[in-house]
T-cell receptor, first 115, second 116 residues
Framework: KNQVEQSPQSLIILEGKNCTLQ??????????LRWYKQDTGRGPVSLTI?????NTKSNGRYTATLDADTKQSSLHITASQLSDSASYIC??????????????FGRGTSLIVHP | KAGVTQTPRYLIKTRGQQVTLSCSPI?????VSWYQQTPGQGLQFLFE???????NKGNFPGRFSGRQFSNSRSEMNVSTLELGDSALYLC???????????????FGPGTRLTVT
């Protein structure tokens, strides 16, 4: 079972509508949580970074929330645009024994915005 | 300023060969991380270099190795290629180490490796 689960796997919405993507994780101890946007054929682009002490972080029309107690994060997209069509990936940073740090990726949510 | 560059962009190799991929980070960035992306496994962390030292390593076999030079440029090497190594290999750079918490990571466009 993947330690970082994202839902839904895919989502289709109309331009101008809002949507929320979910990320649930089981890995610990938790260091930070990142959301990325990846367009087809391109490298991911950072949207937000949150440490364990932060509850919310915004970047324009993107707002990420984090509940470290329930190990859940969400990414809310407001007033969607056609250019929001992409894969959205949640990444949880974990400290392993010995102090090493491993970013653990979710499988992503594929978002399609229709005109 | 210039973004992260990766060379080559596309590569075709034969099973059993070895390959070296190159990554040039954004100027001033000292951390370079490497990732493998496949349709089956998604994105997976390979390793991170910071100031020429490997800081962190993912769960990949020893055939995957890397290094970082004094100018922060990094190379990744895969020896004895297998069909399953076909993937998009991405590198990313940041000012500080991944474990630093809040450093933005900037990804390159990736190298598409096909093993036949």
């Amino acid at each position: 079972k993947n330690q970082v689960e994202q839902s839904p796997q895919s989502l289709i919405i109309l331009e101008g509508k809002n949507c929320t993507l979910q990320c649930n994780y089981t890995v610990s101890p938790f260091s930070n949580l990142r959301w990325y946007k990846q367009d087809t054929g391109r490298g991911p682009v950072s949207l937000t970074i949150m440490t364990f002490s932060e509850n919310t972080k915004s970047n324009g029309r993107y707002t990420a929330t984090l509940d470290a107690d329930t190990k859940q994060s969400s990414l809310h997209i407001t007033a969607s645009q056609l250019s929001d069509s992409a894969s959205y990936i949640c990444v949880v940073g974990v400290f392993l024994s010995g102090g090493s740090y491993i970013p653990t990726f979710g499988r992503g949510t594929s978002l399609i915005v229709h005109p | 300023k210039a973004g992260v560059t990766q060379t080559p962009r596309y590569l075709i190799k034969t099973r059993g060969q070895q390959v070296t991929l190159s990554c040039s980070p954004i100027s001033g960035h000292r951390s370079v991380s490497w990732y493998q992306q496949t349709p089956g496994q998604g994105l997976q962390f390979l390793f991170e270099y910071f100031s020429e030292t490997q800081r962190n390593k993912g769960n990949f076999p020893g055939r995957f190795s890397g290094r970082q030079f004094s100018n922060s440029r990094s190379e990744m090497n895969v020896s004895t290629l297998e069909l399953g190594d076909s993937a998009l290999y991405l590198c990313a750079s940041s000012l500080g180490p991944l474990a630093g918490g809040s450093y933005e990571q900037y990804f390159g466009p990736g190298t598409r490796l096909t093993v036949t």
